[in-house]
C-alpha cells in the first residue's frame, strides 16, 4: 500500500478547516509520518496476512478515561492512506470526556489500507488526546477563579499547531504560535536592550501595535513594567507570595493583565490563580503530557 499523492478529500479538508486546523499544513504532517513508515518499503506483513481487496470493519476504543482530541487528524490520516472518507463514522467530538471502553471512531473499508495507517492514526490521537486530557485537569483545578491555563511556545517540532489545537480541545488557551503573532520580552532581551523599560520601548519602537508581553524576575521589575505602560506581564518563577505582591502593584492599573510561569503544578493551580494572575503558562501540556491509551481493534469483515 502507498500512501495517497494528491491532496486530502474535500470533506476531509472542510472537517480540519472546522475544527480551526489549516487542512494543507494538517495534510503535510499527516503525509510525513506516514512516509516515515513506507519509506522502507511496503507493510510485508499486511500484505502477508490480508487477502486483496479484503473488507473489515475496526473501532477505536479509549482505554482510559480521559479527552479526546485530533479526530479530524485521524481522518486525514485514512484518506491519505486510501481509507475512503465515508469509510469513517465519529462516534465522538474533539473536546469530549471518554471513559474507559468508550468507541471514539469506527472505521469500515479496506482491511490492508486500515492496518497501514493504524499507527499513524493511534500516534496522532495518543498523543493529542493525552495533551487534551492533561489541560483539562489543569482547566477543572482553575475552575471559578477567573484563571485561564495557557500553553507556550515548548511544542514538538513540526506539531506546534495541532499540539496547541489539542489545547483548546482541553478547555486552555493558546500563547503565541511563533515569533513573529506577538512580542514577548524575555530575560535576555532585557539585558540586550539595557533593561525591562528600555526593551519595552525598543519594541514599541519597532512594531506599534504588535501584542506584547515582559517577563519580570523580581517585583522590581513589575513595578518598572507597569510603569512603562506594560499591558501583559509575566512573573517568571514566583512564589505565591510574591504573585500575590505583583499582583497589587499591577492592579494600580486596572488594564494590566498578569500571567504566572514556571514551577507550576497542578497540586498548586488554584493557589496560585487565587493570587489573581489571569493566566497560568503551563509548557508541560504540550512538552510532558503523557499519551491517552486508545487502540484500534479490529471486529470483523465487512463481508
Known amino acids: 500500500m502507498m500512501t495517497k499523492q494528491d491532496g486530502l478529500h474535500r470533506d476531509v479538508a472542510g472537517q480540519l478547516a472546522a475544527a480551526g486546523l489549516d487542512p494543507e499544513r494538517t495534510g503535510q504532517v499527516v503525509r510525513a509520518a506516514l512516509d516515515e513508515d513506507f519509506r522502507y518499503g ?9 487477502a486483496p481487496g479484503a473488507q473489515a470493519v475496526a473501532r477505536v476504543v479509549a482505554r482510559k478515561p480521559g479527552v479526546v482530541a ?6 486525514a490520516v485514512l484518506d491519505l492512506a486510501g481509507v475512503p472518507p465515508e469509510a469513517a463514522e465519529l462516534r465522538r467530538r474533539d473536546g469530549d470526556r ?4 468508550d468507541e471514539v471512531m469506527r472505521v469500515s473499508g479496506p482491511l490492508r489500507e486500515m492496518l497501514g495507517a493504524e499507527r499513524t492514526l493511534l500516534n496522532f490521537l495518543t498523543h493529542l488526546s493525552g495533551i487534551a486530557t492533561a489541560t483539562r485537569a489543569w482547566a477543572d483545578a482553575l475552575a471559578g477563579t477567573g484563571a485561564v491555563v495557557r500553553d507556550t511556545r515548548k511544542t514538538t517540532p513540526g506539531l506546534r499547531e495541532l499540539e496547541k489545537y489539542a489545547v483548546r480541545c482541553g478547555g486552555g488557551e493558546n500563547h503565541r504560535m511563533g515569533l513573529g503573532d506577538a512580542a514577548l520580552v524575555k530575560d535576555n532581551h532585557v539585558a540586550a536592550a539595557g533593561g525591562v523599560a528600555a526593551a519595552i520601548s525598543a ?12 517577563e519580570c524576575d523580581t517585583l522590581a521589575q ?8 506594560a499591558g501583559l506581564i509575566l512573573l517568571d518563577n514566583m512564589s505565591v507570595a510574591d504573585m500575590r505582591s505583583a499582583v497589587a502593584v499591577a492592579r ?3 488594564a494590566v493583565r498578569l500571567e504566572a510561569s514556571g514551577g507550576l503544578r497542578l497540586e498548586n493551580a488554584r493557589a496560585v490563580a487565587e493570587t489573581g494572575v489571569d493566566y ?8 510532558s503530557s503523557p499519551a491517552l491509551d486508545l487502540g484500534l481493534d479490529l471486529m470483523a469483515p465487512a463481508g
Open 203 to 214: 519594541v514599541r519602537r519597532a512594531a506599534p501595535g504588535l501584542p506584547m508581553e515582559v
Open 98 to 101: 471518554i471513559q474507559s471502553g
Open 222 to 229: 513589575v513595578r518598572e513594567a507597569v510603569a512603562a505602560g
Open 252 to 254: 494600580e492599573n486596572p
Open 70 to 75: 485530533g479526530l479530524p487528524v485521524g481522518l
Open 42 to 50: 511496503p507493510d510485508l506483513t499486511t500484505a502477508a496476512t490480508a
Open 280 to 287: 497560568l503558562a503551563v509548557g508541560a501540556l504540550t512538552h
